[in-house]
């Protein structure tokens, strides 16, 4: 969905938490399911389930490029 009204700035405090939230989703993800036994046994869901952490990577890596001082958190 797209949005085409002019968009105000982002509060920096709700874009690092944004940025934090990916985070620990993506390692969630990578511990919780990539490394899930049933998980690896079934191709199709460990397909699923890195596409769904390479989603997470992509946008912790577009969130922390907009910050304002360029820095990500770990």
């Not at 085409?4 to 511990?31: C, I, N, W, Y």
């Not at 389930?49 to 577009?62: I, N, T, V």
């Amino acid at each position: 969905m797209t949005n085409k009204t002019k968009q105000k700035p982002t509060d920096p405090l709700l874009t690092h938490e944004a940025l934090h939230m990916a985070s620990f989703l993506m390692r969630s993800v990578d511990g919780e399911l990539l490394e899930h036994p049933a998980i690896q046994e079934n191709e199709e869901w460990s397909a699923l389930a890195k596409k769904a952490h390479q989603a997470l990577f992509d946008l912790y890596q577009s969130i922390g490029a907009s910050l304002p001082d360029g820095k990500q958190e770990s």
